[in-house]
């Protein structure tokens, strides 16, 4: 299955929904963490999930339901302004914060 990234934008609120997206966003399969050829995990920037899903439809689907749940959860609408969806090939990046795997 191939392994998609996503970045998307919350309106800020108060409270604000972050962790609460963040938190759902586990529940849906979406990572905070990539794992590099080196198998070392980095902590991607805010706002950029990654998971691993069957196809682009299961992708955005997953993304959906994790605003839909943290709508569920705080009770009222969480705006997602923006957001997009690219699957993953080979890539480079970095992170300040990273983990052994």
Sequence with gaps: MPTYLASYDLKETNPDPHSTFLKQAAAYKWKLWILGS?????????TTLQGTFANMDAAEAALKAVRDATEREMG???TMNKWIIAE????????DQRQNA
């Design 38 to 46: 080196n198998n070392i995990w980095y902590r991607l920037p805010n």
């Design 88 to 95: 993953y090939g080979v890539a480079r990046f970095n992170s």
């Design 76 to 78: 009222r609408t969480v």
